[in-house]
């Protein structure tokens, strides 16, 4: 009876969140003209979802920069970094978990941009391809109760993966001296070039190591001429179907530099 209990139990509850792979924030430059500068640094917030409704979710904090430069004829090319690290250690009459996130990235890429001016406005699109390289390390143990009994069942996972991502990107946008505001949609591939299971109990481990994903964003900066303050919205939309977890949005607010 308690291994029927048991089989019921594993078939009713999802297997722990261990995201393998999170978007980074997708740049918007909306240049204005050749050998200019643009740089900005970023708090970027994003959310663990659990699946089982008995867990927490938790709000998670990165940190991001990025520099660029337009040049020849309406050129860009531009570099952004990403740095992340949360965990939590949740206990409750229900549960008890304990949560661990580590991502770090590095991507550049190389674009053009068309404008149109209006008075002291401008209409840009931005076309750029690029490559980014990432590492992820993630850590989810919890302590799940049993369906019809007093028991917990013990489930974890331990991970680390690297992974490389190929992208093309579109932006479109307004700016002037006051506020710009512009939409931003990149198709990327992701390839998981190593994925080392370091710890493994009761619960399946990812085997798919290739997605696809469409990642929108939308963006909104105000502020002087040369600094604005800078918020961004986007996500990251599975077209494939991959059986890793992700983080499936962030939401960013810095500053943003152009001189």
């Known amino acids: 009876m308690k291994m029927l209990l048991l089989i019921i139990s594993l078939l009713f509850q999802g297997c722990l969140f261990v995201p393998v792979y999170t978007s980074n924030k997708i740049p918007i430059h909306l240049f204005s003209k050749d050998k200019q500068i643009q740089a900005s640094v970023n708090t970027i917030f994003n959310r663990r979802y659990e ?49 661990y996130f580590k991502h770090k990235y590095i991507e550049g890429g190389l674009g053009k941009f068309w404008n149109k001016k209006f008075g002291n406005k401008y209409g840009t699109i931005e076309f750029l391809l690029g490559y980014g390289n990432g590492f992820t390390k993630s850590h989810n143990e919890s302590y799940v109760p049993i369906l019809y009994s007093t028991s917990y069942e013990h489930e974890q996972l331990k991970l680390e993966s690297y992974y490389h991502k190929y992208f093309a990107q579109i932006n479109c946008g307004y700016s002037s001296k006051i506020i710009d505001g512009g939409l931003g949609l990149r198709f990327s591939r992701i390839v998981i070039d190593e994925l080392n299971i370091i710890k493994q109990e009761n619960c399946k481990a990812p085997e798919n190591k290739r997605g696809y994903f469409l990642e929108p964003a939308l963006m909104l900066r105000s502020g002087s001429e040369n600094i604005k303050l800078e918020t961004q919205l986007g996500f990251s939309l599975d077209l494939n179907k991959v059986d890793f977890e992700i983080l499936p949005w962030y939401l960013s607010l810095g500053l943003h530099f152009k001189y």
Do not use: C, R
Request: net charge negative; proline share 0%; glycine share 4%.
């Open 51 to 99: 699946k089982d409704s008995y867990k927490n979710n938790i709000f998670m904090e990165a940190i991001e920069g990025k520099f660029a430069y337009s040049f020849a004829n309406n050129y860009i090319v531009y570099t952004s970094l990403n740095y992340q690290e949360s965990q939590g250690n949740h206990a409750s009459d229900k549960f008890d978990e304990y949560f």
